[in-house]
Every structure is written in structure tokens, then in C-alpha cells.
């Protein structure tokens, strides 16, 4: 039997090798407030407790409803005493959970449909492996809420995108089509809406038949590909 735990509007579920974790608010457009935040947090937590004893060697990141996420959740921004403390708090807890998924000796395959915006885009373009349906949408956003970039974006889409197409996105606020996204190398592949379901599983599970300390290793020396020269160091 598999598994599931709520860490508030998150889901997490662990069926054999394979352990998923789900932003299960539709409602809010699965926004970023401090539940959702907190959620994360602890299931991304749990995550890593299983990849370190060696029994999880592969790891989804889904969401429920039409939209993945659409970032920060502004009017709880708004309402509270200090708004500007409360996204720092939001965008720092946002900032671990990240670091965590990261650093993972295993594979994190992310699973897109619908729009991404704000913080949202680092949660779903921060995973090893972005599948992304023909319905995918990419909004930056922040500038249009008075706010600058946080969740790692700004490095994300320079990194990948280069200075000048990072600076049109995240100043003009245009939407992104998934042509677009894997035209420029944003997500690892398109997919039709109605196969994106199935062509996710069949990677996970793929991975999950794999070689964990041979996928651990190359996820690690391919994400420090590019960095400074003290990234190789062994001592």
C-alpha cells in the first residue's frame, strides 16, 4: 500500500521506489502562501530522509488543478502587519526547500501544465527533469506586483536563457508558450496534454529502475557543471 501524508495543501506519497509530491491546492491556483510554503518544506524534508538511506531513487513534483502554480499568494502578502517581512520569511523557507531538492542524490522529475508564474518558476524549472504539456505557460510576473525575483528565478533564467531573454521576461511580464520554453531549453521536452500524464510516469519509473548511485553522480557533476573551479574541489 502506498504511503500518503498532508503537510497542509501538499501532498506527499510514497509508492515503492518512487515517492511524489503534489501541490494539492486548486483553489488558490496552488498559490504560494504559508501553508503551502511550510508544506513543502516538510515534504521536501521527507524527501531527502528517504534518498539518503538509499530507498528512494526517483521523485515526481506534480500539482492538482489547471494551473501548477502562480506564485506568491499576493493578498496574503498583503494582509499581514509587515508585508515585506512575510515575503521574506515566504521566500526564504521557499529558499530551502529548493537548496534541498537541489542537492538530492536523486533524480526530480517536475511535471507542467497549465500557467507557472512568480516563485512557481523555480519550483517547476529547479527539477532535473521538466516535462511540460502543449498547454504550458510561463509569466515571471514579479515586476507586475512591484516585487523583484526571487525562488533562485533570475539566476535560473539567465543561466539558461541568457542576460537578454531573462531581462525581456522578467521586465516585460510577456507570457512564454511551451514552444518557446523548449525552444530555449526551459523545460527538458513538450508533450501533448493527453500523453503528459503517462510519458511523466514512464520517466520516473524508468529512473527508479536505474542505477541510484549512477544517478546520483551524474546529476551531481552536471549540476556543477559551469561553476566556479572550487565546485570540483575533494577536500
Known amino acids: 500500500m502506498p504511503e500518503e501524508l498532508l503537510y497542509g ?10 515517492a511524489r509530491i503534489e501541490l494539492a491546492s486548486p483553489d488558490t491556483r496552488n498559490a504560494l502562501d ?5 508544506g513543502l518544506r516538510e515534504a521536501s524534508g521527507r524527501l531527502a530522509a528517504g534518498a539518503d538511506d538509499g530507498t528512494l531513487p526517483a521523485a515526481v513534483l506534480t500539482v492538482q488543478g489547471p494551473v501548477f502554480s502562480v506564485g506568491g499568494d499576493l ?7 509587515d508585508p515585506s517581512a512575510r515575503i521574506a520569511e515566504t521566500a526564504t523557507l521557499l ?22 508564474a512568480g516563485g512557481g518558476i ?9 516535462l511540460a ?11 507586475a506586483a512591484g516585487l523583484s525575483p526571487d525562488c533562485g528565478v533570475s539566476w535560473l533564467l539567465a543561466r539558461r536563457i541568457g542576460q537578454a531573454r531573462a531581462l525581456d521576461l522578467a521586465l516585460t511580464n510577456r507570457m512564454v508558450t511551451a514552444a518557446e520554453l523548449e525552444q530555449w531549453g526551459l523545460v527538458s521536452r513538450v508533450v501533448t496534454q493527453e500523453t503528459l500524464a503517462d510519458e511523466a510516469e514512464e520517466a ?3 529512473l527508479a529502475s536505474g542505477s541510484a ?5 551524474t546529476k551531481r557533476l552536471l549540476r556543477e557543471a559551469g561553476e566556479p573551479p572550487t565546485a570540483f574541489r575533494t577536500e
Open 75 to 81: 493578498r496574503w502578502f498583503a494582509e499581514a502587519p
Open 204 to 206: 520516473v519509473q524508468a
Open 213 to 217: 548511485p549512477a544517478l546520483a553522480a
Open 133 to 143: 504539456g502543449t498547454a504550458a505557460k510561463l509569466r515571471v510576473a514579479y515586476t
Open 95 to 116: 529558499h530551502e526547500t529548493l537548496h534541498t531538492l537541489a542537492q538530492l542524490p536523486l533524480p526530480v522529475v517536475s511535471v507542467v501544465h497549465g500557467t507557472v
Open 122 to 130: 523555480g519550483i517547476a524549472l529547479g527539477a532535473d527533469i521538466v
Open 34 to 38: 504559508g501553508d503551502m510554503t511550510l
Open 9 to 18: 495543501p501538499v501532498r506527499w506519497v510514497r509508492d515503492g521506489a518512487v
